[in-house]
């Protein structure tokens, strides 16, 4: 896998930003088309549905889920919980 990439989003009113490596990033775009939204509100979908999980781990997980086959999974607390 490649380094890191960092993209900077706003969430719950606050500016943050995630650093995931390039894959990763790949899938969660592909999650987002798939499910009719912008990569934005899927990270905020992913935000919403995390619990106690870091934001970063979240979003692995809800890649890994998008890639798993669970499309509809993708960042609900199901998907996400600790």
Do not use: Q
Request: proline share 4%; with cysteine.
């Amino acid at each position: 896998m490649s380094g890191l990439r960092k993209r900077s989003v706003l969430l719950a009113g606050h500016a943050t930003s995630i650093a995931l490596e390039a894959e990763f990033w790949t899938v969660l775009e592909r999650a987002a088309t798939a499910l009719g939204l912008t990569l934005p509100a899927l990270l905020i979908r992913i935000d919403e549905g995390r619990g106690e999980r870091p934001l970063a781990s979240a979003c692995r997980v809800a890649a890994l889920a998008f890639a798993a086959g669970g499309a509809a999974d993708v960042g609900r607390p199901s998907a996400n919980a600790c």
